[in-house]
């Protein structure tokens, strides 16, 4: 089974704190992605990676920015945390080698700036 | 801007009913649709999908229809059971696209 784990299940944090978010994925996929969920908006793209080192920005990237130093971790992070960053982050992966680029999902991490 | 949307935020059915959940989409370039299923406390999981070379595609208890005359997508759940309750998302995907886009989710109550 594909397994996508998130560093944290809950997080609360200050407004200006720098936050880290992990997701890890132990499938050997190429691609991984963040999204933020919250209520009557769906899962909006902040970032995605094909590769190792490479990066692009989704539909939301203001205020995050993203590593992937190895294949199988995607970091997120918010240089400084503002309250309207409060949300739901979850991490998913998908192969390129899959047709269907089905994309698996972590549990989210729910983050609350204050 | 072109985005998948679902036309009810909330959908409450009877155990033992069929539900239905609808999706209405309008990017005309794209080729491939998933529903996802969110349990509380989870990440969404994977369903079932559909190409848009096909109208119709049968899962155990779920039917995927798509029309693509009208942009529409609907997702089928026959005896709807209380492990049905989640919120449902609709996806969609352009041809070679690593990308997905998604609505913005309907919660299914199950009432006992």
């Known amino acids: 089974d594909v397994k996508v784990t998130q560093s944290s299940r809950y997080l609360v944090k200050r407004t200006g704190e720098k936050v880290f978010l992990e997701c890890v994925q132990d499938m050997d996929h190429e691609n991984m992605f963040w999204y933020r969920q919250d209520p009557g908006l769906g899962l909006r793209l902040i970032y995605f990676s094909y590769d190792v080192k490479m990066k692009e920005k989704g539909d939301i990237p203001e205020g995050y920015s993203v590593s992937r130093e190895k294949k199988e971790r995607f970091s997120l992070i918010l240089e400084s945390a503002s309250t309207n960053q409060t949300s739901m982050y979850l991490c998913?992966?998908?192969?390129?080698?899959?047709?269907?680029?089905?994309?698996?999902f972590g549990p989210g991490t729910r983050l609350t700036v204050t | 801007g072109e985005s998948v949307g679902l036309h009810l935020p909330t959908l409450s059915v009877q155990e033992g009913d069929n539900s239905i959940i609808n999706c209405a989409y309008s990017n005309s370039a794209s080729d491939y649709f998933i529903w996802y299923k969110q349990e509380s406390g989870k990440g969404p999981q994977f369903i079932i999908d559909?190409?848009?070379?096909?109208d119709k595609r049968q899962g155990q208890r779920v039917t995927v229809l798509l029309n693509k005359t009208v942009k529409h997508l609907s997702l089928q759940i026959a005896a709807t059971q209380p492990g049905d309750s989640a919120v449902y998302f609709c996806a969609e995907r352009e041809s070679n696209d690593y990308k997905l886009s998604f609505g913005a989710g309907t919660t299914v109550t199950v009432r006992a």
């Open positions: 998913a992966s998908s192969s390129s080698r899959d047709r269907r680029y089905e994309q698996y």
């Open positions: 559909i190409r848009s070379n096909m």
